[in-house]
């Protein structure tokens, strides 16, 4: 959704790259662009204001004027000020001293309530609760029915003592789930809220009613993020007729350009609680504004993937893994491969992984276009082979490969590039985790590159030898003397001098090959 802003703001701050110091003129025009790109992205105009002073002032003063490198200095600011305008800290929902919490969904017809009802319903499970989610949108047609739906997908409880489609009271339906939940022992109540298409009248007093029914520890209001600035007057309008404590943004994997959750918690002063990216159950999570501010500049989200990893993968698992590994290569089988291999798929679309990785904005179009379902014919080639060619894949030859191509419906060249990636990521996984670090990489400890291979290196490294005529020794020796003196004239250092600029330096030839 941020795709667009990140790439304006990326472009900003190349602008500003091998700057040592930072003009007045450099500050606006950086200000102009960043303006530009914020209302580009549907920002509201009262934001960008304050967002666009903040940054001007924190840029013009001592803070980036005294800093070794500015450019990086402005980008420090414009994190954190995107961090303010976000929310600030990550808020936590409040849960009630003496069950059940009780959870009230707000917001208008197709933001996506009901779904994230479910959602809601099955993050809270995962974190140790027991959740029952409330049918109290009779209005709808088949919103009863879609939510017992999502519920049984989810897992998780749900009440719904009355059909809908027009039938039934909702505030006692609310009332009711209460003394329902304590019989049950549910801890969280969810109470799915009816919406209208627009703000009216009715649509506010029914909220209220139930509101003042159920007296809700947390009154969440569920926006559509691809509304755009309607999302922020809508908001508005729910804040001052109903109440709430919390926004939840749905839809935040659309192609809109996501200035409404730019703009959300600084207009109404209420924080971005959830976020939902994605059509299934489990594209769901806590909203952290400094992780997002994080991945709208490019330098993705760690801390989301080590919390996404440490949920699929087991302490145990991956202590074993390790152990196996530093046996040796062999040891490391396809059936392992194949295990790491679904464990990942477990923790979500990969290119939504590959996302959240520093640097990945740059290759959003190769991961817009990966094709996800290379796992699934990755794995349905390891599952066509035998236990036998699995643990020791030097024994597929050429009628194994066609069995195997036969038997995974691939073409026989899959199946031996398969292997022999196999066999390149178990040595590099190898020497990994024996500490040698990458390999590949010569003249460094458990890197590659020794032997003879290193010595003709360290041969073709020496300078030129003296030549054996005395005058033309002496003439050679007194042109590098002038040169090391000029050298040194102008830079105690030796450096080289002039209009040189180091991002033209070039390589030799033996190092250009890692530098990607």
């Given at each position: 959704m941020f795709d667009t802003?990140?790439?304006r703001l990326a472009s900003?701050?190349?602008?500003?790259?091998?700057?040592?110091?930072l003009s007045e003129a450099d500050i606006d025009a950086t200000a102009r662009e960043i303006r530009i790109a914020l209302l580009e992205a549907d920002v509201a105009l009262p934001v960008v204001r304050a967002f666009i002073k903040q940054v001007k002032e924190r840029a013009g003063g001592s803070e980036v004027s005294q800093a070794l490198n500015p450019a990086q200095q402005v980008i420090k600011i414009v994190n954190e000020e995107l961090v303010g305008i976000l929310g600030g800290e990550t808020r936590r929902l409040r849960f009630a001293k003496t069950p059940p919490t009780v959870i009230m969904l707000a917001g208008l017809q197709g933001a996506g309530k009901t779904t994230l009802a479910g959602k809601l319903g099955r993050w809270l499970k995962t974190q140790g609760h027991t959740p029952l989610l409330v049918a109290c949108d009779l209005q709808r047609p088949n919103a009863v029915n879609q939510l017992s739906v999502v519920a049984e997908r989810a897992g998780i409880a749900v009440?719904?003592?009355?059909?809908?489609?027009?039938?039934?009271?909702?505030?006692?339906?609310?009332q009711d789930s209460i003394e329902f939940a304590r019989g049950k022992q549910h801890d969280v109540v969810i109470v799915d809220t009816a919406g209208r298409l627009g703000i009216d009248q009715e649509l506010m007093q029914q909220a209220a009613d139930i509101r003042d029914a159920v007296s809700p520890d947390e009154i969440l209001f569920v926006v559509d993020a691809m509304i755009g600035q309607d999302a922020v007057n809508t908001a508005e309008a729910f804040r001052d007729g109903v109440g709430f404590d919390g926004v939840v943004l749905s839809k935040l994997d659309g192609d809109a350009r996501?200035?409404?959750?730019?703009?959300?918690?600084?207009?109404?002063?209420?924080?971005?609680?959830?976020?939902?990216?994605?059509?299934k159950l489990d594209d769901f999570d806590a909203f952290h504004p400094d992780r997002m501010a994080s991945r709208i500049l490019g330098m993705g989200d760690m801390l989301s993937l080590i919390e996404k990893a440490e949920q699929t993968f087991s302490q145990a698992e991956a202590e074993k893994m390790a152990a196996k590994l530093q046996k040796g290569p062999k040891e490391f089988t396809l059936d392992d491969f194949l295990a790491q291999m679904e464990q990942v798929r477990k923790m979500g679309s990969i290119s939504k992984l590959l996302g959240m990785l520093p640097g990945m904005g740059q290759m959003k179009d190769q991961i817009n276009n990966l094709d996800e379902r290379e796992v699934d014919r990755t794995a349905a080639i390891i599952k066509s082979m035998t236990p036998a060619e699995r643990h020791e894949p030097t024994i597929i030859n050429g009628s194994r490969r066609a069995r195997i191509a036969k038997g995974s419906g691939v073409d026989v060249s899959s199946?031996?590039?398969?292997v022999e990636r196999f066999f390149d990521a178990r040595k590099m996984m190898s020497k990994m985790a024996q500490g040698g670090g990458m390999p590949g990489m010569p003249g460094m400890p458990g890197m590659g590159g020794g032997g003879a291979k290193k010595k003709k290196q360290i041969k073709q490294a020496k300078g030129k030898r003296k030549s054996g005529n005395p005058m033309k020794r002496k003439a050679d020796e007194a042109a590098a003397a002038a040169r090391r003196e000029?050298?040194?004239?102008?830079?105690?250092?030796?450096?080289?001098q002039g209009d040189q600029d180091p991002q033209n330096f070039e390589l030799p030839e033996e190092f250009k090959k890692f530098m990607g």
């Amino acid at each position: 959704m941020f795709d667009t802003l990140s790439d304006r703001l990326a472009s900003t701050f190349k602008n500003l790259r091998g700057k040592g110091r930072l003009s007045e003129a450099d500050i606006d025009a950086t200000a102009r662009e960043i303006r530009i790109a914020l209302l580009e992205a549907d920002v509201a105009l009262p934001v960008v204001r304050a967002f666009i002073k903040q940054v001007k002032e924190r840029a013009g003063g001592s803070e980036v004027s005294q800093a070794l490198n500015p450019a990086q200095q402005v980008i420090k600011i414009v994190n954190e000020e995107l961090v303010g305008i976000l929310g600030g800290e990550t808020r936590r929902l409040r849960f009630a001293k003496t069950p059940p919490t009780v959870i009230m969904l707000a917001g208008l017809q197709g933001a996506g309530k009901t779904t994230l009802a479910g959602k809601l319903g099955r993050w809270l499970k995962t974190q140790g609760h027991t959740p029952l989610l409330v049918a109290c949108d009779l209005q709808r047609p088949n919103a009863v029915n879609q939510l017992s739906v999502v519920a049984e997908r989810a897992g998780i409880a749900v009440y719904a003592p009355e059909p809908g489609n027009g039938v039934g009271d909702p505030v006692k339906v609310a009332q009711d789930s209460i003394e329902f939940a304590r019989g049950k022992q549910h801890d969280v109540v969810i109470v799915d809220t009816a919406g209208r298409l627009g703000i009216d009248q009715e649509l506010m007093q029914q909220a209220a009613d139930i509101r003042d029914a159920v007296s809700p520890d947390e009154i969440l209001f569920v926006v559509d993020a691809m509304i755009g600035q309607d999302a922020v007057n809508t908001a508005e309008a729910f804040r001052d007729g109903v109440g709430f404590d919390g926004v939840v943004l749905s839809k935040l994997d659309g192609d809109a350009r996501g200035g409404a959750a730019l703009s959300i918690a600084h207009v109404t002063g209420k924080q971005i609680m959830f976020a939902s990216n994605g059509e299934k159950l489990d594209d769901f999570d806590a909203f952290h504004p400094d992780r997002m501010a994080s991945r709208i500049l490019g330098m993705g989200d760690m801390l989301s993937l080590i919390e996404k990893a440490e949920q699929t993968f087991s302490q145990a698992e991956a202590e074993k893994m390790a152990a196996k590994l530093q046996k040796g290569p062999k040891e490391f089988t396809l059936d392992d491969f194949l295990a790491q291999m679904e464990q990942v798929r477990k923790m979500g679309s990969i290119s939504k992984l590959l996302g959240m990785l520093p640097g990945m904005g740059q290759m959003k179009d190769q991961i817009n276009n990966l094709d996800e379902r290379e796992v699934d014919r990755t794995a349905a080639i390891i599952k066509s082979m035998t236990p036998a060619e699995r643990h020791e894949p030097t024994i597929i030859n050429g009628s194994r490969r066609a069995r195997i191509a036969k038997g995974s419906g691939v073409d026989v060249s899959s199946v031996k590039n398969l292997v022999e990636r196999f066999f390149d990521a178990r040595k590099m996984m190898s020497k990994m985790a024996q500490g040698g670090g990458m390999p590949g990489m010569p003249g460094m400890p458990g890197m590659g590159g020794g032997g003879a291979k290193k010595k003709k290196q360290i041969k073709q490294a020496k300078g030129k030898r003296k030549s054996g005529n005395p005058m033309k020794r002496k003439a050679d020796e007194a042109a590098a003397a002038a040169r090391r003196e000029a050298a040194q004239a102008g830079n105690p250092l030796g450096l080289p001098q002039g209009d040189q600029d180091p991002q033209n330096f070039e390589l030799p030839e033996e190092f250009k090959k890692f530098m990607g």
